[in-house]
């Protein structure tokens, strides 16, 4: 139900109310939803923003369009691509450890830059 919200919510917010989505009380759901999910990682893992930007822009590059099909092959993706991170910055300089921020943002910041670039 809620992959069928976000995909309408894609278009505009008047075409998306006319297809019986009440825009404002899903975005502020959602924002919340996003917003709670969000500091409970960054509290437990600390900084890995990028996985959450570059991911989901890698897979819609894949072919994932709708969202019943994205959600799922995000957390999938995205958490794979984290243990290989962690698992990259913990022998990369051994015995000592790298922050796992430092790789994901080393992937991450070029991706989004290449992003920003094309239309």
Not at 7 to 25: E, N
Not at 81 to 96: F, H, K, Q
Not at 106 to 114: C, F, K, T
């Amino acid at each position: 139900a809620l992959s069928r919200r976000l995909d309408v919510l894609q278009l505009a917010p008047l075409k998306a109310a006319s297809l019986g989505v009440a825009v404002a009380p899903t975005r502020w759901m959602l924002f919340a939803l996003a917003g709670a999910c969000t500091s409970l990682v960054v509290a437990q893992a600390g900084s890995i923003g990028f996985v959450g930007l570059m991911v989901p822009h890698a897979l819609r590059k894949l072919g994932f369009a709708g969202h019943r099909a994205l959600l799922p092959a995000c957390a999938l993706a995205g958490g794979s691509l984290l243990v290989l991170a962690d698992a990259l910055a913990r022998t990369v300089i051994e015995p000592r450890e790298l922050p796992v921020g430092v790789l994901t943002a080393l992937i991450g910041v070029p991706m989004m830059l290449w992003l920003l670039r094309r239309p």
